[in-house]
């Protein structure tokens, strides 16, 4: 034993040496590439929050926040008219037959009327904005420069130093002129309330219906718009350019920002609530038919299913895991999407209030076919989970005069349990990481999708956390605020992978003990 030992030793490891190194060097490599990979996200997305401080600040400081609540209250009106074009629109398409043509054209007219108010304003804060978007990009400029010069310097290039001309800035001098112009600011509020009044008074009598419930409508939000002036007006006249931003704005801008918007001429933002919002739909669309069948075809192939049909489906379910995404892509996109479009114009579904669907890409579509792409996974879990449960449970359920039906519902399933959980979270974890065909299929909208229409908000367009990963993250200069931001998807996207399979694991921990 020991002249054999001493044969197949190299450099001193014997064969059991060699291989037993073999196992733990995979299980290293393993570890040290999960270990990178980890170092690599957080290091590159964790000098996010303070160069969004810094970003929003300059927000601040160049008078791009003094601004914005002159533009929110410029939206909110058109947001109005779009509102009083419908109250238009309503009576145009039903008016009774007595409706002159002279009176279509004051409908007309009175909508004009509305649409003009508002242009004072839009000119004072087209002249606020360039101010500001001036005074940001120059500041910007200022930066690259300096920035340019101190490397220079370390460089030793002190004559092409020397020739690089910093501008100074007196953001002092902006936020004054910004301020000496409210008086200006609030005379202009004061007329558009008086004609938004005056228009209010005489309104035109509509005849139809449907054109009076919409006037109704419009007469709530013109109160709310107008009762928002005055807190308008009092959020300018307290606005300091030089109030530090805190790093909980940065981290809360991101957590909970509306907006993702990047390479904007008026200033990038980067909330992360659309993207986490369309991920959550699509995946709840997604488990919703994904949990059922999985399950179900689980329970039927364990328990209920002959041989031969065990040899036929287990192969055919395992074999949709491996059609390649973007092959699903394609078909949602020609064959799934144009079908859900093609139903939902049908005449007998047309009591459902949010169809037709007119966009054939959306949440509904995308979640169909990741539910689909997760039944591999919950089935093979789920089944394993119920083979895994003692053959001693059923037979005593026999025993006891249990039929097949009341065995599977009340022994094997309640005692598989905590498996097929697993089986779901797992499944949740593989829906909520897929990229290519929540990219080619979900429409790619970033906007929260608007849950006013009910069970309508699921065939809406959105857009997901790794699809935005996957579209812009080619497009961006390394280093740079939005390049930073997309890892921070990555990170989140990466927390919500481990928390959910932290769960699953406790509940296979779970499992593995109650039968024991």
């Not at 058109?78 to 009576?91: D, G, I, M, N």
């Not at 509306?258 to 993207?275: A, M």
Request: proline residues 4%; charged residues 20%; glycine residues 6%.
């Amino acid at each position: 034993m020991l002249t054999a030992s001493r044969r197949f030793r190299v450099w001193g490891w014997s064969g059991d040496d060699l291989i037993r190194l073999f196992f733990q060097g995979n299980a290293l490599v393993a570890i040290l590439v999960l270990g990178l990979i980890t170092i690599f996200l957080f290091r590159e997305g964790m000098g996010f929050f303070p160069q969004y401080q810094k970003e929003l600040q300059l927000y601040r400081k160049s008078g791009l926040e003094f601004v914005e609540v002159m533009r929110q209250q410029v939206e909110a009106h058109k947001a109005l008219s779009r509102l009083l074009f419908q109250v238009e629109k309503a009576e145009r398409q039903n008016a009774t037959p007595t409706v002159t043509s002279q009176q279509k054209i004051a409908f007309k007219n009175y909508l004009a009327q509305f649409r003009k108010i508002i242009v004072p304003l839009i000119d004072l804060e087209m002249e606020w904005e360039k101010v500001a978007v001036d005074l940001r990009d120059r500041y910007r400029v200022a930066q690259d420069k300096k920035e340019r010069k101190e490397a220079l310097l370390q460089s030793g290039k002190f004559q092409e130093e020397e020739q690089i001309r910093i501008e100074t800035f007196d953001f002092q001098k902006n936020a004054n002129f910004l301020k000496d112009t409210l008086p200006r600011y609030h005379q202009i509020n004061r007329v558009i309330s008086d004609e938004i009044n005056r228009l209010i008074n005489q309104a035109p009598h509509w005849t139809s219906s449907k054109a009076n419930e919409q006037w109704d409508e419009f007469r709530e939000s013109v109160t709310r718009y107008l009762s928002q002036m005055p807190h308008r007006e009092k959020q300018l006249e307290e606005w300091n350019a030089f109030e530090p931003v805190p790093w909980i704005r940065a981290l809360a801008g991101f957590l909970l920002g509306k907006e993702w918007i990047t390479q904007s001429f008026w200033n990038d933002f980067y909330g992360i609530l659309p993207l986490l919002t369309g991920s959550f739909l699509i995946a709840s669309v997604a488990l919703a038919l994904a949990v059922p069948l999985g399950i179900g075809a689980a329970i039927y192939v364990s328990q209920i299913a002959s041989k031969t049909e065990q040899k036929w489906i287990k192969p055919c379910i395992e074999f949709i895991a491996t059609i390649p995404s973007v092959v699903l892509g394609f078909f949602g996109i020609v064959v799934l999407g144009e079908g859900i479009r093609w139903l939902t114009q049908q005449e007998f579904l047309s009591w459902v209030p949010f169809f037709p669907v007119h966009n054939r890409l959306n949440i509904f579509t995308a979640g169909c076919l990741l539910g689909f792409m997760a039944v591999p996974t919950i089935f093979t879990l789920a089944e394993d989970a119920l083979n895994n449960v003692p053959r001693i449970f059923k037979e005593a359920s026999f025993a006891l005069g249990a039929n097949s039906l009341q065995t599977i519902l009340k022994i094997m399933v309640p005692a598989a349990l905590s498996g097929i959980m697993a089986a779901v979270l797992l499944g949740f974890g593989r829906v909520i990481g897929e990229t290519m065909v929540v990219l080619l299929v979900a429409g790619n909208r970033i906007a929260i999708p608007d849950f006013t229409q009910g069970l309508g908000v699921f065939f809406q367009p959105a857009h997901t956390m790794t699809g935005i990963i996957a579209q812009e993250m080619g497009e961006v200069v390394r280093g740079s605020l939005h390049y930073r931001a997309l890892f921070m998807v990555g990170i989140l996207l990466f927390l919500i992978s481990l928390t959910v399979n932290y769960f699953a694991q406790s509940l296979v921990k779970r499992f593995k003990i109650s039968i024991g």
